[in-house]
């Protein structure tokens, strides 16, 4: 193993050790409370936020909320589609293995939220009240928005989507290599209108295929054509015009303000809407479709639900996680209305923040721990090398490591090694409510 891999693989051992040693410091500056607190949603942010709150609180009544049987790890999605992750295993393990006994654990889902009167309703009828709820229900994936999309055709037809599932993920790197063995073709990579999580992996997707058939030896037979609503690659300017000048190199089109709004399997064409509203109808022998997202339907339709800036998601103000109405509500994760943020790497930055402030008001202090916007996304360049992009509010890169392990702009093996190998641990300690980094 070179020594820069080894080096990173020992500190995020080292930082495993270190959040665990700091977790003795919090036993001891433990708030009690019989607070009672309601997590819903128990995906990334929900299940870390529960366990982190166990370091701040002694007696809190915490119950998380989700339907969700098991843990998907979604970030491993990629990995699948890349191929260096192989199974549905990979990605998805039980709820049970990262909550501590001390959290209540309820399979059913909030169908309502009544602020007011600090309450919500379950899909199973029951009603429950809170002293203090954290919203943290994610993201609902719109393929209906999509017309003539049945997702059932995921994983058929050339039509690949790793948002959909794990299988989705599994069978878009079946269909990818299948594509690259081809006589060729044109392929499409699309990329929705309007918040998304994890906006890079549109364009990871674009990069991985275009490597699968540059590798199978016919590169000139193809042409790849990726279609944004966005008017920019990136919204980072650096990382913008870096990924452009690679793209150009690997003929890559990007197609700007570019909306997928309809898909015909049997005619292998797809429609999108651009700027000035006109429809464009391109064919396509393999189509990499990424939905619109929104937030999820129950929070939308709420009193919670922000109706001006970021339509339909949770109000909260932009530092504190605190819901700009609701003092007791706060967010996490995807389901926050904010400029930027939608990647478990900014659930990471987010935990400690919404943990703090919830403490500090049950000690009747003002809540004054702010989140800066923290992201990252590493863009997987191709099996072996990517960029590591971290940023935040600022819309500069920076990052949450003591000193630069990697340049950002390098296309860097390292990078690939931490997207790979060191991200997944970085994810679980943070499941478990520690987040050194
Ligand atoms: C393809 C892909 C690649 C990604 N790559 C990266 C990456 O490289 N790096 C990175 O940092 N992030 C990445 N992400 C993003 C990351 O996975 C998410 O940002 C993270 O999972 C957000 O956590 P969350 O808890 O907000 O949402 P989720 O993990 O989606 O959890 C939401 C939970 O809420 C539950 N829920 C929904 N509605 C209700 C309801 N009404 N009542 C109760 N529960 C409900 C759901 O069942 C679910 O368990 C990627 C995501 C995808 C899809």
């Known amino acids: 193993m070179p020594n820069s891999r080894r080096g990173v693989l020992k500190a995020g051992l080292a930082l495993g050790i270190a959040s665990a040693v700091g977790g ?61 992750y192989k199974t549905r295993e990979d990605v998805i393990s039980s709820n049970q293995q990262y909550l501590s006994n001390e959290i209540n654990w309820l399979s059913d889902e909030v169908v309502e939220y009544q602020p007011d009167s600090n309450q919500v309703k379950t899909r199973q009828g029951q009603t429950l009240s809170y002293d203090y709820l954290i919203v943290a229900t994610g993201l609902e994936l719109r393929y209906d928005k999509i017309e003539g999309l049945d997702t059932t055709q995921i994983g058929q037809d050339n039509i690949a989507s790793i948002y959909y599932s794990p299988e989705a993920g599994i069978t878009s790197h079946k269909q990818a290599l299948a594509f690259a063995q081809s ?156 400029p930027i943020g939608k990647t478990a790497a900014s659930v990471k930055s987010q935990i400690p923040v ?17 989140w800066g916007g923290y992201t990252s996304c590493p863009m997987i360049l191709d099996v072996g090398h990517a960029m590591l992009w971290e940023f935040d509010y600022s819309m500069q890169p920076m990052t949450a490591l003591p000193f630069e392990v990697v340049d950002p702009l390098a296309v860097s093996e390292l990078a690939w090694v931490m997207e790979k190998s060191l991200i997944r641990p970085v994810y679980d300690i943070m499941l478990h409510g520690y987040t050194p980094v």
């Not at 500056?29 to 609180?57: D, E, P, Q, R």
């Not at 919404?354 to 008001?361: D, F």
Request: aromatic share 8%.
């Open 24 to 84: 003795g410091a919090w036993e001891l500056s433990k708030v009690k409370t019989k607070a009672n607190i309601i997590i819903s949603g128990g995906g990334a942010a929900g299940i870390g936020i529960a366990n982190k709150l166990l370091h701040h609180l002694n007696g809190a009544n915490i119950t998380v909320i989700d339907p969700r049987n098991h843990h998907w790890y979604q970030p491993g999605q990629t990995l699948l589609l890349a191929g260096a």
């Open 183 to 338: 006589k060729g073709g044109q392929a499409l990579f699309t990329r929705p209108q309007g918040a998304m999580k994890c906006a890079g992996a549109p364009m990871k997707a674009t990069n991985l295929v275009e490597f699968f058939v540059r590798q199978a030896g016919n590169r000139d037979a193809f042409n790849f054509e990726y279609l944004t609503s966005e008017p920019f690659l990136f919204s980072v300017q650096a990382f913008n015009e870096r990924l452009k000048e690679i793209w150009q190199t690997r003929k890559i089109n990007a197609n700007f303000e570019h909306t997928l709004i309809g898909i015909d399997s049997a005619a292998k064409t797809a429609t999108f809407r651009n700027s000035e509203g006109e429809s464009r109808s391109l064919d396509w022998e393999f189509i990499h479709v990424v939905p619109p997202m929104s937030a999820v339907k129950s929070l939308r339709e709420s009193e919670l639900a922000d109706n001006v800036r970021f339509k339909g998601y949770l109000e909260v103000d932009k530092h504190s996680m605190q819901h700009t109405r609701y003092p007791n509500v706060f967010g996490v994760g995807d389901t926050v209305g904010t």
């Open 354 to 370: 919404v943990a703090e402030n919830i403490r500090s008001l049950i000690e009747g202090r003002e809540p004054t721990a702010a």
